[in-house]
């Protein structure tokens, strides 16, 4: 049998499905959380308050998305959760700890743990892009190769590997915000803050930026705060908060289906479908999490499902009587679990988690509708069952 697949979607941490739900056990997986924050500029006459009684949780792990019209406020109060200001009146905890009433220094401390990505990358011009990401370790690594081990890692991760020593003006402006990024990341932050980050980008790099995001987000869990009016990525974020005036007057889940639509659009399988038939088939899609190392299910098994990997690896392992062979390592977009569906013979491989996996999975019934709903899906499974049976 397939690993379970449950109704309640689990790729949302329960404790992000009702904010009215939200207890002390939602209290201690707060990455962010703010409560009656106010802020004022100037003094006396000239004394201004920008921000007004603000309220705001985010999860560990979660991604959202601010939005709102410029001079509301919201890159005030990203310099406060990022602990560049002091907090005034109201109180902020980042991963738990207070920030009001720190100190210059221990307000540095936290900032040491927070990932910061800016519009103006903020690139010293004469170091290297490794130089300029390794600095991000040298506040708290002190190993020389270690150092450059990781920031060699993390340039390769956002698939700069062939512009380690390139200086930010021989660099175009995407690969500029990827080492931005890459600095950001390269410590493993818990908080990621940023503001803008592809508000100078085309279409297709401001795109690279947010899944390359929402990758480490997803695999490390870790709580991206994103001041955005690029309308473009609004699908990467699992809710949107608005700010007008100095108030957060609103705070909108995504829902998980039309996450799910955004998804399936971008996955060459499913972007043949008419939109109606998309929507439908996110509604039948249930998500499974799976931990690294577990069995999603076992050659010779009797198939229920369909899968589609939402994020993360999984591999197909043949076993043997000689010994296991694992034939294919499949990503976000990839799927398996067709054979069976397609001849009904029972699963011809085994596949496993190779790192934490989020599956949408479709049953029998929903794959077979959706098969006779679209030549372009019957194709592609077509292709890809001819070449996986090779
Ligand atoms: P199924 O037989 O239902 O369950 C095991 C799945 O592993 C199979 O469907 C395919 O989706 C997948 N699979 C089998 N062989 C390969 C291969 N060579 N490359 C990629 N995926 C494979």
Known sequence: MDLPVTKQRPSQPATRSNPALRGEAFAANCAICVRNLNHTFGEGELKKQV?????????????????????????????????LRTVQDGSITIMGRELRGLSAQQLGDVRRDIGFIFQAHNLFTSLTAHQNVRMALELKETDVKEMNRRAEAMLEAVGLGHRIHYKPQQLSGGQRQRVAIARALVHNPKVILADEPTAALDKQSGRDVVNLLRKFARENLTTILLVTHDNRILDVADRIVNMVDGRIISDVMISESQAICEFLRRVPLFSGLLPDTLTKVADQMELVECKAGDVVFRQGDVGDNFYLIRSGEAEVVLEKSTGNETVAVLDEGKFFGEMALETGEPRKATVRAKTDLHLCALDKTEYESVRQTSATFKEEIGKVLFERQR
């Open 51 to 83: 921000l007004f009684n603000n309220e705001l949780t985010l999860a560990r792990g979660e991604i959202v998305i601010m939005t709102g019209p410029s001079g509301s406020g919201k890159t005030t109060l990203l310099t406060l959760l990022g602990a």
